[in-house]
């Protein structure tokens, strides 16, 4: 993925995060209630991005986002280790393969203590092919 895609996905994701601020208490209320399961389908000459976005979080708190991981490919993928822009976000993963069609579920976590305002980070996701790409997009705004 080139620097000027992530950086127009980013831009992308902090104008959400700021654009989810702007609504009223009931809007946010009725937004919160909805369930979002994110999904990333991992396929064979692509990279799948997942937008995860917290929303609005209380400093000094930790939480946490299931991810739903699809193998689309041909064979089983493994996802080896992932790279991020800030300690404040981690990512655990499975420490076996997803078999072809299966899936798996990540947690992303993110911690707020020593962060405010609008966050935006970037995970970049190893697997064991490297034609299969996953990235995800965090997003969440301190307050």
């Known amino acids: 993925?080139?620097?000027?895609?992530?950086?127009?996905?980013?831009?992308?994701?902090?104008?959400?995060?700021?654009?989810?601020?702007?609504?009223?208490a009931k809007q946010n209320?009725?937004?919160?209630?909805?369930?979002?399961?994110?999904?990333?389908?991992?396929?064979?000459?692509?990279t799948s991005e997942v937008m995860a976005d917290f929303g609005v979080v209380e400093p000094r708190a930790v939480v946490e986002m299931p991810i739903r991981v699809i193998n689309a490919t041909d064979d089983p993928i493994v996802l080896l280790d992932y790279s991020t822009?800030?300690?404040?976000?981690?990512?655990n993963l499975p420490r076996k393969p997803i078999e072809?069609?299966?899936?798996?579920?990540?947690?992303?976590?993110?911690d707020s203590r020593?962060?405010?305002?609008?966050?935006?980070?970037?995970?970049?996701?190893?697997t064991s092919n490297p034609e299969c790409g996953f990235v995800i997009w965090m997003g969440a705004t301190i307050e």
């Open 29 to 46: 209320a009725e937004c919160e209630a909805m369930p979002e399961v994110l999904t990333a389908e991992l396929v064979e000459g692509a």
């Open 1 to 24: 993925m080139s620097a000027i895609c992530r950086i127009t996905a980013l831009l992308a994701l902090v104008l959400c995060v700021v654009a989810c601020g702007s609504k009223s």
């Open 114 to 126: 020593g962060e405010w305002g609008s966050v935006g980070n970037f995970l970049e996701i190893e």
């Open 85 to 91: 822009t800030c300690r404040c976000t981690a990512l």
């Open 100 to 110: 072809v069609g299966q899936e798996c579920e990540v947690v992303l976590s993110f």
